[in-house]
Every structure is written in C-alpha cells, then in structure tokens.
C-alpha cells in the first residue's frame, strides 16, 4: 500500500507479499534441520544441513523479524527517501546524492536501482555488514541501491516515475538538504 500526503510518500509492502520474504528460508532452515537431525546419510547430510542452517537460518530470522516489525518499505520526500526494502537496505538518501533511477530486470525479477554521485561516502555511513552484503550482491544488478519489486504494492515503473519527480523537484528547489 503506498499513501501520500503531500510531498511524502509511504509504500508499505503489503501483507501476503511480507508473508512469502520469509516463508522460503524459514522452510529452506527447517530443511537443513532435518538433514543434521536424520543420520541415515551420515556424514554428508550433516555437512549440507550445517552449510545450509549457517546462511539460511540467519537470514530467515532477519526475514521473521523484519516481516513482524512491519516498517515501511521506503519513505520518499521532498528531501529524499528512505529505503528498507531488503537485507542491503541503504537506509536515508537525499535527492542531492542521486545520480540516476532505473527499472531493470534480473532473473525474472525486476529491482528499482538508484545509483549515487559518490559510492565511497555512500558506502562509508553503511555497516560493516551491509558493505560486504552489497559487494556479494554487487555484480547482479547496475545500482548502488537494489529495492526488489517483491516489496512493492505497485509496479516498479510507477515508482521510479514518482522518485524522479520527487527528485526533479527537490533539484528546482536548490534548498539545502534539510536532514544534512
């Protein structure tokens, strides 16, 4: 759901949507379980079923908790916009550090990418975390922030129409960036 007031607009993933995040790592974890539990292979499925649980048994807690917490997908103002549509979340990013927005399609899936005028500094505010997430994540899509049409209540040709205008205006405006 995406509401507007104004110049602010909140886009919500809406809840069925929120539901299949974490449903696939959540079984994906309950799999690997059952592979470390079960010793009729011995050795090998213990091994996937460890190998599995460490990547996906992180990342269907974070899905869990993000998809219980409910927080707007993304926030755009007339200052910029705030993104926490996925696990590389960029957080807050004025209009002013926005080079450009685009739709592109990746394995059957479709990302609204942003690239930034300056990597380094954008970068640099991320967490340790969110940096090496975004090196392994880097060569799938042409952005520096990915926000994965899975979050999304509308098309992503809509909001890229809407982040530019937004942008579009923020830059015929010429104020200082009001969040600093």
Same mark, same amino acid.
């Given at each position: ?22 449903? =696939? ?6 799999? @690997?379980? *059952? !592979?470390? %539990? /079960? ?6 499925? +213990? #091994? ?16 869990? =908790? ?6 707007? @997908?993304? *926030? !755009?103002? %007339? /200052? ?6 996925? +696990? #590389? ?26 690239? *930034? ?64």
């Amino acid at each position: 759901m995406a509401t507007q007031t104004g110049d602010r607009v909140v886009i919500e993933t809406p809840p069925r949507k929120r539901r299949r995040l974490y449903v =696939l790592p959540t079984i994906v974890s309950f799999v @690997a379980v *059952v !592979l470390i %539990a /079960d010793r009729s292979d011995k050795t090998f499925g +213990l #091994i996937l079923g460890v190998v599995i649980l460490v990547f996906f048994g992180p990342l269907a807690l974070v899905m869990l =908790l993000r998809g219980v917490r409910n927080r707007p @997908a993304l *926030v !755009l103002d %007339a /200052d910029g916009f705030t993104d926490h549509g996925s +696990l #590389i979340s960029a957080g807050y990013v004025s209009w002013q550090e926005v080079a450009q927005i685009e739709e592109r399609a990746f394995r059957r899936r479709v990302f609204v990418t942003v690239k *930034v005028t300056d990597q380094a500094a954008f970068l640099a505010r991320q967490s340790a975390w969110h940096r090496f997430l975004r090196r392994v994540n880097g060569p799938m899509a042409a952005g520096d922030i990915l926000i994965p049409d899975n979050v999304l209540p509308m098309r992503p040709a809509e909001l890229v129409k809407t982040m530019r205008r937004l942008q579009r205006a923020a830059q015929r405006s010429g104020g200082p960036d009001r969040r600093g």
